[in-house]
């Protein structure tokens, strides 16, 4: 069984600040991380694939790191505003033809 | 473009009945993955189809099966229905078989077993 651990679990954060959260992964047989924004009553939409050890990708505002030898993954936000309030996944995916293995999430309240 | 659909919104079964959910993916797309999302769990992966193939399933029992179409519209079934199977259902579609591709997701079924 895959264990991807996500941390904090929930964040409160003010409106301006930047904050950053964790995934963390299994190690070996690595093939992609995914990472996802789901906001309450919408799907979850993507934002990220990470393939590469090393790897940082940016979105506006929000960007993230990939280490693959030692298994994490740092999600940043810069400059919170009130919609990045959601609930922010992790998924991991190992070499071969699984399906992803989703961790429970941070759940990001941004507070005026 | 249009999104991922899935219908129905809400779905209430007693159980031992039978459900089936179903699942548009956006044009273009021929992968299609089913998941769970029980009360207090993460997503949990159930199924992949891709070229009207079953790719891989989870760690689910096989009363939860189903099928994609030529279409590449995709039906999940689960049979015998049990009270834990209250939860809500997620397809999600991507491009390829590949899993460097994101996923875009449905709004989900929720499933009532009562």
């Known amino acids: 069984i895959l264990n991807v651990e996500q941390s904090p679990q929930s964040l409160h954060v003010q409106e301006g600040d930047s904050t950053n959260f964790t995934c963390s992964?299994?190690?070996s047989n690595f093939y992609a991380l995914h990472w996802y924004r789901w906001e309450t009553a919408k799907s979850p939409e993507a934002l990220?694939?990470?393939t590469l050890n090393g790897d940082e990708k940016k979105k506006g505002r929000i960007s993230a790191t990939l280490n693959?030898?030692?298994g994490y993954s740092y999600l940043y936000i810069k400059g919170s505003q009130p919609e990045d309030s959601a609930t922010y996944l992790?998924?991991?995916i190992r070499g071969g033809a699984d399906g992803l293995t989703f961790g429970k999430g941070t759940h990001l309240i941004i507070q005026p | 473009e249009a999104g991922v659909t899935q219908s129905p919104t809400h779905?209430?079964?007693?159980r031992g009945q039978q459900a089936t959910l179903?699942?548009?993916p956006i044009s273009g797309h021929t992968s299609v993955y089913w998941y769970q999302q029980a009360l207090g769990l993460g997503l949990q992966?159930?199924?992949w189809y891709d070229e009207g193939e079953e790719r891989n399933r989870g760690n689910f029992p096989p009363r939860f099966s189903g099928r994609?179409?030529?279409n590449y519209s995709s039906e999940l079934n689960v049979n015998a229905l049990e009270l834990e199977d209250s939860a809500l259902y997620l397809c999600a579609s991507s491009r390829s078989g590949r899993d460097t591709q994101p996923q875009h997701f449905g709004d989900g079924t929720r499933l009532s077993i009562l």
């Open chain 2, 11 to 14: 779905l209430i079964k007693t």
């Open chain 1, 48 to 50: 990220f694939v990470m």
């Open chain 2, 22 to 24: 179903r699942c548009s």
């Open chain 1, 68 to 70: 693959t030898k030692e």
């Open chain 2, 68 to 70: 994609q179409f030529p």
């Open chain 2, 45 to 47: 992966f159930l199924l």
């Open chain 1, 25 to 27: 992964f299994p190690s």
């Open chain 1, 90 to 92: 992790c998924a991991f």
